[in-house]
């Protein structure tokens, strides 16, 4: 069976753990040092953009770390610009504990391709920073050992995963949504090592708009 490329880093059950892969997997073992205090992270303004995910399952928003990750969140809005991740997928899903979506692969219908990524896409160099992997945290995939590899994918974190700090690039948070960040979580899989969901969570549309925007939206 051919293997997933992209992944995180040792943390939680084979989150990422195959061939050519460094997406998080094993359970999570922090070092004893204590760590750096994470940035402060300024409230959030009414003109600021967020991201807004649609699913079959809801709607996700994702707030960015433009200050600890100013490519990272440049590249996945021009993505988002250009309509690019409109009918991606949600691919890796590990019951409450992240899903991985982004890959080009996962717009047609070889299941096996999902999470292998496409040949030509542009990377951004890693930005590591203290903010730490909690609940909610929003971080960049790479592949294998490179650490300068991420491209389109990205994955949403259900829990602390302590052993990422440091390796992974945080470049947001979901701001709302976690409930369908949960849902999706668990919908079937074929389990590990590839933990790739048995049918397509769409990603409809994603789109930016303004933080009062998506207030407004949300107290509909």
Known sequence: MKKNKYQFLPAIICVFALACSSEPKGPETAGTATPAPAPTVAPLSPDEEVAVIETDYGKIRIRF??????????????????????????HRVLPDRIIQGGDPATRYGDRSRWGAGEPGQETVPAEFSTRPFVRGTVGAARKGNDINSATSQFFLCL???????GQYTVFGEVIQGLNTVQIISNLPSEGPPAD???DKIVMRR??????GDAAADAAK
Do not use: C, I, M, Q
């Open 65 to 90: 770390y433009p200050d600890v990750a100013p490519r990272h969140v440049e590249h996945f809005k021009k993505l988002a610009r250009s309509g690019f991740y409109d009918g991606l997928a949600f």
């Open 159 to 165: 829990r602390e995963n302590p052993s990422w700090n």
């Open 196 to 198: 790739k969901a048995l």
């Open 206 to 211: 994603v789109t930016l708009e303004k933080a």
